[in-house]
């Protein structure tokens, strides 16, 4: 069975670093979207992308965060300068045309910042 | 503003039935789904209603009142595997973009 997946699955770095998670959605799905889930809390929507285009983003998607498919099969999130309140499990969803309530998520990456 | 609101959490016994509710207040409403997570795990989906009435799929059903802004998950012959953090969400746009607004979830303790 098809499914998306996410690397890497864990990844420490320290406070105003880079990093970029990585994703490969489901191969047929067209929309696809990060989410962050701080532990013991819900999921937040952070963004959704489709036609190689930002659809939507929330207050939390602010400068520091961006978004790119850079070929057929990756969608990565890239936080420019990271700070300690995004330490999160961030996963990366993907869903088909006209079944974007029925979102596919993949296993996610624990991001740590120290 | 936006909010879901639903218990924290519940406790059942193996082989019982089990509702979780779920009211929403929310800019736009296309649909009602229901997410499944295992501790560690990805949020995986269960069931979506757009339209008032029930759905059932296997041992899990979802019912919708949109007049009321209410839902809830039913989920019957409980099992040891159905321990796991439920949610409802919302789709406020159509099939078209779709981004879920979560609630904050419902964990549900399966007891021998």
Redesign the interface.
């Known amino acids: 069975e098809p499914e998306v997946t996410q690397t890497p699955s864990h990844q420490v770095t320290q406070m105003g670093q880079e990093v970029i998670l990585r994703c490969v959605p489901i191969s047929n799905h067209l929309?696809f979207?990060w989410?962050r889930q701080i532990l013991g809390?819900?999921?937040?929507?952070l963004v959704?992308f489709?036609n190689n285009e930002i659809?939507?983003k929330?207050e939390i998607f602010d400068d520091q965060f961006s978004v790119e498919r850079p070929d057929g099969s990756n969608f990565t999130l890239k936080i420019r300068s990271t700070k300690l309140e995004d330490s999160a499990m961030y996963?990366c969803a993907s869903?088909e045309?006209?079944?974007?309530?029925?979102?596919?998520?993949?296993?996610?990456t624990r991001l740590t910042v120290t | 503003g936006q909010s879901l609101e639903q218990p924290s959490e519940v406790t059942a016994v193996e082989g019982a039935i089990v509702q979780i509710n779920c009211t929403y207040q929310t800019s736009g409403f296309y649909g009602l789904s229901w997410y499944q997570q295992h501790d560690g795990g990805a949020p995986t989906f269960l069931s979506y209603n757009a339209l008032d009435g029930l759905e059932e799929t296997g041992r899990f059903s979802s019912f919708l009142s949109r007049s009321d802004s209410y839902g809830y998950l039913l989920l019957q012959e409980l099992q040891m595997k159905d321990s796991a953090s439920y949610f409802c969400a919302v789709s406020n746009y159509g099939g078209s973009q779709g981004n879920l607004i979560f609630g904050k979830g419902t964990k549900l303790s399966v007891k021998p």
Do not use: C, I, N
């Open positions: 929309y979207y989410y809390q819900k999921v937040e929507f959704s489709y659809s939507e929330s996963f869903s045309r006209g079944r974007t309530y029925e979102q596919y998520f993949g296993p996610g």
